[in-house]
């Protein structure tokens, strides 16, 4: 018993920073791209430049995930990033 729950102890964390790294990264990616669109320059470029910067938006944010001391932190480092994006892209997406 106390080895079943000292390898749930070992695998939580390391299964929901793998959770924050595909679905936290591709979520903070697709807003990016979605909120370059406030920018004010002509929408192809915005366009362009979303699509472009949300590949190095994911690469980072995979990095971030596994880099910071705990999976509470990074769950609460993407969570506060995506919400300060949300209005831009509702912006932008208009």
Known sequence: MTSLVHRARSTVPL?????????G????AALV????LALPIGRPQAVLVG??????VYAG???WVFAVRSAAKAWTGLV???????????WGAR
């Not at 990264?25 to 903070?28: N, S, T, W």
């Not at 699509?51 to 190095?56: D, G, T």
């Open 15 to 23: 299964i929901s920073r793998i959770v924050a790294a595909l679905v």
């Open 25 to 28: 990264g591709y979520a903070l």
């Open 33 to 36: 791209s979605v909120a370059v």
């Open 51 to 56: 699509q472009l910067a949300s590949f190095a």
């Open 61 to 63: 944010a995979v990095i």
């Open 80 to 90: 506060v990033v995506v919400l300060a994006l949300l209005p831009l892209a509702w």
